[in-house]
Nanobody
Framework: VQLQASGGGLVQAGGSLRLSCAAS????????MGWFRQAPGKRREFVAW????????YYADSVKGRFTVSRDNAKNTVYLQMNSLKPEDTAVYSC???????????????WGQGTEVTVSS
């Protein structure tokens, strides 16, 4: 499976962006999809996951209430709607897939190329 994130850019604090992650392959709906981010000089951290059906989601406390993860299995794509963005949301955002519900990076594979999000104050 190949994953490609897109939709990043420069936005002012309080603004919104929607990220997309497109996947190749025929078994997209079989997997949990996760979003992670890595800020400059920091470790990659969990942002959100969504179950294969899209019926269950989970968020890091830092983004809860501001970010929404969704997926369209017909399009093999997972989305991350980011609202009320803050400068501390600045990072490279990546998606990956997992066979288990987890916030741990080690449970995810097939990391795609990330997309950069910069939030100015």
């Amino acid at each position: 499976v190949q994953l490609q994130a897109s939709g990043g850019g420069l936005v002012q604090a309080g603004g919104s962006l929607r990220l997309s992650c497109a996947a190749s392959g025929r078994t997209f709906s079989d997997y949990i999809m996760g979003w992670f981010r890595q800020a400059p000089g920091k470790r990659r951290e969990f942002v959100a996951w969504i179950s294969g059906s899209g019926g269950n989601t989970y968020y890091a406390d830092s983004v809860k209430g501001r970010f929404t993860v969704s997926r369209d299995n017909a399009k093999n794509t997972v989305y991350l709607q980011m609202n009320s963005l803050k400068p501390e949301d600045t990072a490279v955002y990546s998606c990956a897939r997992s066979s288990v519900l987890s916030t741990s990076l080690q449970r995810y594979r097939d990391w795609g190329q990330g997309t950069e999000v910069t939030v100015s104050s």
